[in-house]
């Protein structure tokens, strides 16, 4: 079974930082791009940023020059360095992998169960 497992949400105040980290697990043969989205209420799930195993990196308009994704292909994690938070970064935060599975002969877009992410003061 594949995992992918988010973690370090949270309640920050506008213009603070704050770190998610996100590992997919099991039984994996290959890992090619992760990436970070997010839901806030009432809105479509977007992306917010992706990385290649190469490390080559896309990001929305909305959070570039604040975010910074980054991953260690080695252990199949994903990182999103969240700085100078503003009140509409507020969303569930989700991690994505596609993930080729030793026991299917294809990839597959694994989800993670989300992490709430509120910027209020």
């Known amino acids: 079974q594949v995992q992918v497992v988010e973690s370090g949400g949270g309640l920050v105040q506008p213009g603070g930082s704050l770190g998610l980290s996100c590992a997919a697990s099991?039984?994996?043969?290959?890992?090619?791009?992760m990436g970070w989205y997010r839901q806030a209420p009432g809105k479509q799930r977007e992306l917010v940023a992706t990385?290649?195993?190469?490390?080559?990196?896309n990001y929305a308009d909305s959070v570039k020059g604040r975010f910074t994704i980054s991953r260690d292909n080695a252990k199949n994690t994903v990182a999103l360095q969240m700085n100078s938070l503003k009140p509409e970064d507020t969303a569930v935060y989700y991690c994505?992998?596609?993930?080729?599975?030793?026991?299917?002969?294809?990839?597959?877009?694994?989800w993670g169960q989300g992490t709430q992410v509120t910027v209020s003061s």
């Open positions: 994505n992998a596609n993930v080729r599975p030793s026991y299917l002969t294809f990839f597959i877009s694994a």
């Open positions: 990385i290649t195993r190469e490390g080559t990196t």
């Open positions: 099991g039984s994996i043969v290959s890992v090619l791009l």
